[in-house]
Nanobody, 123 residues
Framework: QVQLVESGGGLVQAGGSLKLSCAASERTFSRNGMGWFRQPPGKEREFVTAMTWGSATTYYADSVKGRFTISRDNAKTTVYLQMNSLKPEDTAVYYC????????????????WGQGTQVTVSS
């Protein structure tokens, strides 16, 4: 099975930046794309951003538009999440996942998930 490993999480002050990485154990060219989700304390997992491979189209939740950027390093089979102007409400466990089918915005549309990395933003 495909293994996904996230890294780059940590504790930052509001207004700061972090860059998360997600490394796959094998190339994902046979899939349609990948995405990032997050789960704040006591809440359900929610969509953050996704990218389709065919057209390199990106999608963002309204709450992160203009602040977060998803990108992909094809040679290294790695996707990134650059997070700028972080806010306390961004605090959550962040997960990367491989898209399977359905809506890019839905948790149920992804079949492979990383273990998650904690991002905590202090005020």
């Amino acid at each position: 099975q495909v293994q996904l490993v996230e890294s780059g999480g940590g504790l930052v002050q509001a207004g700061g930046s972090l860059k998360l990485s997600c490394a796959a154990s094998e190339r994902t060219f046979s899939r349609n794309g990948m995405g990032w989700f997050r789960q704040p304390p006591g809440k359900e997992r929610e969509f953050v951003t996704a990218m389709t491979w065919g057209s390199a189209t990106t999608y963002y939740a309204d709450s992160v538009k203009g602040r977060f950027t998803i990108s992909r390093d094809n040679a290294k089979t790695t996707v990134y999440l650059q997070m700028n102007s972080l806010k306390p409400e961004d605090t959550a466990v962040y997960y990367c996942a491989i898209f399977k089918s359905g809506s890019l915005y839905s948790v149920t549309s992804y079949d492979y998930w990383g273990q998650g990395t904690q991002v905590t933003v202090s005020s």
